[in-house]
């Protein structure tokens, strides 16, 4: 057995509380006290073996990382024969900060899905998260790897788990356009309107980044077009502004609201109008869509002006005489 599956506390000996667990020294990771009172008392010996206990700590468990992330079946079978700790995490420095991950989650980000179904029959806890929330399913969805998603997905990994910012897998797959990834959490069942922190949808975010053939998913799994941010912002409005025609279109003939606007009263024709997108302006007036104000008392055809949109301001005023052509 590893040096490091320890089951008491190094302190006193003793073994966590019920309900408790035995909690790490989060320098080194490698000793574990019952409390905080433990932990603050053998501070002072441990602080001078704690460096060298977290380097070991390390080297004991990087084969098996290693292993993982390139796929190496025969190695990672062989490592686990010899008692490698199937869920042994350490800490590895990514883009933002130092992350806590297990050989799974590893495999996970990698693509290993051949890896990653050896380590889940030796037992790997398949919904471990790092420190961020993050699983190895979300990772998997987030780098785009179908196979170790649905991997994770037949193992019963909990599809709708959530990260910090309330992120899940199919969330980010939404984000990231990954149209395959995305069919196996739907097929799944998974909650196609769970929104982020801030209010984004998966609708929301794929509306945001053009991705049509994910709209088109989600609209068909029977997601919510006009779900709103915080803001009140809507797929719709989001579409207007940025100019993003084919999923415009998309939201108008699932019956996207026309009229709903922000909290300032701003709706998807006004913003068209100050933006000066044309195209998209004509295709809300047919839809429906009011030449009201906003909150402040600007129409649609005031931001037009003011902006110097003359073939917006033109199309408005074609309307407004009932030229439709």
């Known amino acids: 057995m590893s040096s ?15 309900g408790t667990q035995l909690r790490r020294c989060g320098s080194c990771l490698a000793v574990k006290y019952c409390s905080s009172a433990c932990q603050t008392e053998d501070w002072a010996s441990h602080r001078l073996v704690c460096k060298n206990a977290g380097a070991a700590r390390t080297k004991e468990l990087m084969p098996l990382m290693l292993a993982a992330k390139n796929g190496d079946v025969a190695t990672v079978k062989k490592l686990l024969k010899a008692g490698a700790k199937v869920d042994g995490d350490t800490i590895i420095d990514d883009h933002e900060a130092s992350i806590l991950i297990t050989p ?4 996970a980000a ?30 998997a969805a987030q780098e785009g790897h179908t196979a170790a998603v649905s991997v994770l997905v037949e193992a019963g990994a909990d599809i709708d788990i959530v990260t910090d910012k309330l992120g899940t897998p199919l ?20 909650d196609v309107n769970h929104t982020t922190d801030d209010g984004c949808s998966p609708v929301f975010l794929a509306v945001h980044d053009d991705h049509r053939a994910v709209l088109a998913m989600l609209v068909k799994a029977g997601a919510d ?13 989001m579409a207007a502004q940025e100019n993003h025609k084919t999923v415009l279109a998309t939201l108008l003939k699932a019956g996207a609201d026309v009229n709903s606007g ?16 044309e195209e998209v302006l004509v295709a809300l007036l047919k839809a429906g869509a009011l030449m009201t104000a906003t909150d402040d008392g600007r129409t649609p055809l005031m931001a037009a002006t003011n902006r110097g949109h003359t073939s917006v301001v033109a199309a408005l005023r074609r309307w407004t005489a009932g030229i439709r052509s």
Do not use: W
Request: aromatic share 6%; charged share 15%; proline share 5%.
């Open 225 to 237: 077009i006009n779900q709103t941010r915080d803001n009140g912002c809507t797929p719709l409005f």
């Open 4 to 18: 490091f599956q320890q089951k008491t506390c190094v302190k006193c000996g003793l073994h966590p509380a019920a």
């Open 104 to 107: 799974l989650y590893m495999a």
């Open 110 to 139: 990698a693509g290993e899905a051949a890896v990653m179904a050896v380590l889940l029959e030796a037992g790997a806890k398949m919904n471990r998260t790092t420190a961020r929330g993050s699983t190895p399913l979300f990772i």
């Open 171 to 190: 969330l980010i797959a939404a984000r990231r356009g990954h149209e395959a990834v995305l069919a196996v959490p739907i097929k799944a069942g998974a």
């Open 262 to 277: 922000r909290d300032n009263g701003c709706t998807p024709l006004f913003i068209a109008a100050a933006r000066g997108h």
